[in-house]
């Protein structure tokens, strides 16, 4: 079975093995308290190799999903173990338009830093910040009605793009982590939004206080935008 692995292109067994498991786990095939399957049987199920099923397992640890024990086995781990700002973790999860607890948590963080990073891009942003910004914002309002995923690729663009003009360090470093936060909620607030103009209407509330270095109106106009979102969302 191992030679099969390597035959079929061993990390691509493996990220398959990782991603399929780590499906399960999130979608509550495996609840948290759950002992996964032996290794051999997870094998034969999934039909590679018991090294693959063991990587796999290591991968998952690492994301804080499941914990591996002798004489115990591989137990889920509890929900608030997992680390679920991981963009590898966020990108296994199969429904998360269905993960009300997981969305409304987001919807959370981001009322905690983005309208701090709003007022920190209103006092630092450069002149090719602002440009990046507009620039977002023109293709948000290029998309809307008609292109849905245009909307969304440009509205991630638009609140990374002030994230990176805040030029806080720590913030700048998450920016990969906390996009796929955002990704993940506009996969559910975006397609809910019955008024996208005033949705649009809000990030350009955000861009202009941002390029009138308006601190107090572009953290206001933040928290506005996000009322928003959180507002669509419990419409769904």
Not at 53 to 75: F, I, Q, T, Y
Not at 118 to 146: K, N
Not at 203 to 222: G, L, S
Request: charged residues 30%.
């Amino acid at each position: 079975m191992e030679a099969a692995d390597r035959e079929n292109g061993g990390g691509s067994v493996h990220d398959s093995v990782v991603k399929l498991l780590g499906s399960r786990i999130l979608d509550g095939t495996y609840a948290p308290g759950d002992t996964l399957p032996r290794e051999d049987e997870l094998g034969a199920m999934l039909g590679v190799s018991r090294t693959s099923v063991r990587e796999a397992v290591k991968v998952l640890s690492a994301k804080g999903l499941v914990e591996a024990k002798r004489r115990v086995g591989v137990r889920v781990l509890q929900r608030d173990e997992w680390r679920m700002l991981d963009p590898i973790v966020l990108n296994w999860h199969p429904a998360i338009q269905k993960d009300r607890e997981l969305i409304a948590g987001l919807i959370e963080a981001r009322r905690i830093f983005e309208p701090a990073a709003a007022e920190l891009a209103a006092r630092r942003a450069t002149a090719a910040d602002l440009a990046r910004i507009e620039e977002a914002y023109i293709a948000m309002e290029a998309a809307i009605p008609d292109d849905p995923d245009g909307v969304c690729q440009a509205d991630l663009a638009f609140h990374s793009n002030v994230i990176a003009a805040s030029h806080n360090v720590v913030l700048r470093g998450l920016i990969g982590m906390l996009e796929a936060a955002l990704k993940a909620s506009f996969l559910v607030t975006n397609p809910l939004m019955e008024a996208q103009s005033r949705a649009l209407f809000a990030h350009k509330e955000v861009a202009e206080a941002i390029r009138m270095r308006d601190t107090a109106r572009a953290r206001e106009a933040m928290n506005r935008l996000l009322d928003i979102a959180a507002h669509d969302l419990r419409l769904s």
